[in-house]
């Protein structure tokens, strides 16, 4: 049977695998050896599902959002990764990545974050265990994202400022590689999405997993069935998608649903829809689609959602759409903002911007009276309260 699983050197159909420099082969072979069997130990698991259960407090509600779906005419299910620990479904992955780090007998922790919040999750567990975690940032997103910068102080983080460049993410990541280059022996490089070389996007995945584990039971015991019609999520780099994907990849009466950041429109050259813009290419050791210019230079993303802001999307996710496993809709700023504030309205549940991109789907694709859509409510929208204040002009 096909399979939309990466296989065991990390592809999905094209994309994926692992285009890394010579430099940081020891690194990534290291772990591409050990992660499968490390995972599989009855005592990684254990502590994993303990750590989950009582410092994220899992398992997450399946919540039926009864106004929202009397307004759309179909059976709306939200997925509440907005209550894990730190107000998003990342804390899942670093959880699953520091004991892995653990395993490997590191003791410190590098990571890059952009909008800061990876940066926060990872801080966050490194407190936990009492690990050394240094996070690269541009220099522009530290002055941009400063309650971030101010939370990972506080966890006992270093913030160490990438300066060259445009200073922002990408930057960031050239700082943590070169850093876990330096440092092959006691370094364990956190990546917060699905994406970079093998066998990093399989592993996310499995880490984040738990959401559509979840799903299945959570599903069977409100409608008497482990599968929905749909199950949607927004897609950065796509990791809160994989997660609630993983379990239905295989399961073709599922229709999957993606949605990207349009920004201000898909062809005003403003958007972060990597799907609808992207062509094939390499970036951060991985072959997938991303937004770049026809001479293969990366092209800056936008979207007023600091988390969608990624010029590619992870192997699955690029499998996916081109295989047409997954329908891939792109959502503007403007739908966006409407449909967070619409949730804050209807459920009494104020979202992330990023989520509120998957919210805003029911303008452009119809459901059935008798649909069961899931869909994944990555984050709340604490973080975005700024944004939220001068758009609406609160
Ligand atoms: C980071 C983030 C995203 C985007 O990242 P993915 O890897 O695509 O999930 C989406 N929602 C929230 C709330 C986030 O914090």
Redesign the pocket.
């Known amino acids: 049977m096909k399979s939309y699983h990466a296989n065991e050197k990390g592809y999905y159909g094209e994309f994926g695998g692992a285009f890394i420099p010579e430099m940081l082969y020891p690194n990534c072979e290291e772990l591409r050896q050990n992660y499968l069997k490390i995972m599989a130990e009855p005592s990684f698991k254990e502590e994993f599902d303990q750590l989950l259960k009582d410092y994220v407090g899992r398992p997450t509600p399946l919540y039926f959002a009864e106004r929202l779906s009397n307004k759309y005419g179909t059976k709306i299910y939200l997925k509440r990764e907005d209550l894990c620990h730190t107000g998003?479904?990342?804390v899942n992955n670093t959880i699953g990545q520091i004991l892995m780090a653990k395993r490997l007998g590191k003791n410190r922790i590098i990571a890059e974050t952009g909008?800061g919040?990876?940066g926060v999750a990872t801080a966050t567990v490194c407190a936990l265990m009492g690990i050394e975690c240094v996070v690269y940032m541009g220099e522009i997103d530290i002055a941009r994202q400063a309650p971030n910068v101010a939370r990972m102080k506080m966890l006992g983080a270093e913030v160490r400022p990438a300066l060259s460049g445009s200073r922002t993410l990408k930057d960031a990541t050239n700082e943590a590689i070169r850093d876990w280059i330096n440092n092959p022996v006691d370094t364990h490089y956190i990546i917060?999405?699905?994406v970079g070389p093998h066998p990093y996007p399989d592993m996310v995945a499995r880490f984040q997993s738990v959401i559509s584990e979840e799903i299945k039971w959570q599903l069977k015991e409100k409608e008497g069935r482990e599968n929905p019609d749909y199950v949607v999520a927004?897609?950065?780099?796509?990791?809160?998608?994989a997660g609630a994907y993983y379990h239905y990849l295989d399961e073709p009466e599922v229709g999957i649903i993606a949605v990207e950041a349009a920004g201000k429109g898909i062809d005003t050259g403003e958007s972060a829809a990597t799907s609808a813009l992207g062509k094939v290419g390499i970036i951060h050791g991985s072959k997938t689609l991303l937004m770049q210019t026809p001479d293969g230079q990366i092209t800056e993303p936008y979207s007023i959602s600091a988390?969608?802001d990624y010029p590619g999307v992870g192997p699955m996710h690029a499998h996916l759409f081109t295989s047409k496993r997954g329908e891939f809709i792109s959502i503007t700023d403007d739908d966006a903002m409407q449909a967070g504030l619409e949730l804050c309205k209807l459920e009494g549940i104020i979202p992330?911007i990023?989520?509120s991109h998957a919210l805003a789907i029911f303008d452009q694709k119809q459901f059935k009276k008798d649909d069961v859509v899931v869909i994944n409510l990555?984050?709340r929208g604490d973080k975005d309260l700024q944004n939220f204040i001068d758009y609406f002009k609160l």
Do not use: P, R, Y
């Open positions: 998003a479904h990342k909008a919040q990876h917060g999405s699905v927004c897609v950065g780099g796509g990791s809160n998608a988390g969608l992330a990023e989520t990555s984050g």
